[in-house]
Nanobody, 125 residues
Framework: QVQLVESGGGLVQPGGSLRLSCAAS????????IGWFRQAPGKEREGVSC????????YYVDSVKGRFTISRDNAKNTVYLQMNSLKPEDTAVYYC??????????????????WGQGTQVTVSS
């Protein structure tokens, strides 16, 4: 059974940093992509970043470029999202998601079949 478990959220002051982790299990595909999404209250879910397992290609939404870094540890089946220079507008529930059988990153959530439970990130002074 596919499982994605996020961790690492919390409360941080503006300008601070957090590292989110997404531990994946229950599948043995070679072709997939893992994305990070976020959803703030009253807003639609937004694709934040993604990494392709096949060629390592990476995607970032414009609003986080230069501040967030996605990486992976294949030995641990874990994808990380390092978030620096956090802003109040980064406040949201962050989810990781798995796109199976296709390693292309996609910003739209409909391409991802499995989702984690989410972790809250709050940026506030």
């Amino acid at each position: 059974q596919v499982q994605l478990v996020e961790s690492g959220g919390g409360l941080v002051q503006p300008g601070g940093s957090l590292r989110l982790s997404c531990a994946a299990s229950g599948f043995t595909l070679d072709t997939y992509a893992i994305g990070w999404f976020r959803q703030a209250p009253g807003k639609e879910r937004e694709g934040v970043s993604c990494i392709s397992n096949s060629d390592g290609r990476i995607y970032y939404v414009d609003s986080v470029k230069g501040r967030f870094t996605i990486s992976r540890d294949n030995a641990k089946n874990t994808v990380y999202l390092q978030m620096n220079s956090l802003k109040p507008e980064d406040t949201a529930v962050y989810y990781c998601a798995l796109r199976m059988y296709d390693s292309r990153c996609a910003a739209a959530s409909l391409y991802y079949a499995y989702w984690g439970q989410g972790t809250q990130v709050t940026v506030s002074s």
